[in-house]
């Protein structure tokens, strides 16, 4: 079993959706980035955070420590937010980023 | 200013030949890793460097390695290429082991 695992793995949805992809983690983390990455392959940092709730344009990011759980939100979906959603968390004392599979997004207009 | 920049783009190498791919951090970051993204997967861990030290090293074998220079900037090395090795090799760069990592957009290689 995966460290960090992501849900779903594809998602396909209507221009103006509201979507949640979810990041569910086994292991103690110091913190958890989401990522951002489009055709191509250079990855944007979107979040990082160890808590709480973040919040970018139309972009949220919400953890929850006890849970072991981060969803990302974006509202008002466009096709531009097409890409391929990664989840990554640091892990406590090894200051390493252990990735999730990532979410593959596809908006239509 | 400049992000984290990494060399070539793309690459294609042949069977058993080394390959040296570079990364320039963002200026004022101490902190370098590398990680290797095969297609359809999310990137691997390989090495992680801290004023100029080896802080962590993924599961990869010994073909693999890496060094950080003075200036923070980094290389990573990898010998005796098999075609298992084609991937797209990530670094990115954190002022700290720990915080926020900034990604370059990655080295293509491919190996025939």
């Known amino acids: 079993k995966n460290e960090v695992e992501q849900s779903p793995q594809n998602l396909t949805a209507q221009e103006g959706e509201f979507i949640t992809i979810n990041c569910s983690y086994s292991v103690g983390i110091s913190a958890l980035h989401w990522l951002q990455q489009h055709p191509g392959g250079g990855i944007v940092s979107l979040f990082m955070l160890s808590s709480g709730k973040k919040k970018h344009g139309r972009l949220i990011a919400t953890i929850n420590i006890q849970e072991k759980h981060s969803s990302l939100h974006i509202t008002a979906s466009h096709p531009r937010d097409s890409a391929v959603y990664i989840c990554a968390v640091i892990i406590q004392g090894a200051q390493k980023l252990v990735f999730g599979q990532g979410t593959r997004l596809t908006i239509n207009p | 200013d400049a992000g984290v920049t990494q060399s070539p783009t793309h690459l294609i190498k042949t069977r058993g030949q080394h390959v040296t791919l570079r990364c320039s951090p963002i200026?004022?970051?101490?902190?370098v890793s590398w990680y290797q993204q095969v297609l359809g997967q999310g990137p691997q861990f390989i090495f992680q460097y801290y004023e100029k030290e080896e802080r962590g090293r993924g599961n990869f074998p010994d073909r693999f390695s890496a060094r950080q220079f003075p200036n923070y900037s980094s290389e990573l090395n990898v010998n005796a290429l098999l075609l298992g090795d084609s991937a797209l090799y990530l670094c990115?760069?954190?002022?700290?082991?720990?915080?926020?990592?900034?990604f370059g957009q990655g080295t293509r290689l491919t190996v025939v």
């Open positions: 200026s004022g970051h101490k902190s």
């Open positions: 990115a760069s954190s002022f700290m082991v720990g915080t926020e990592a900034f």
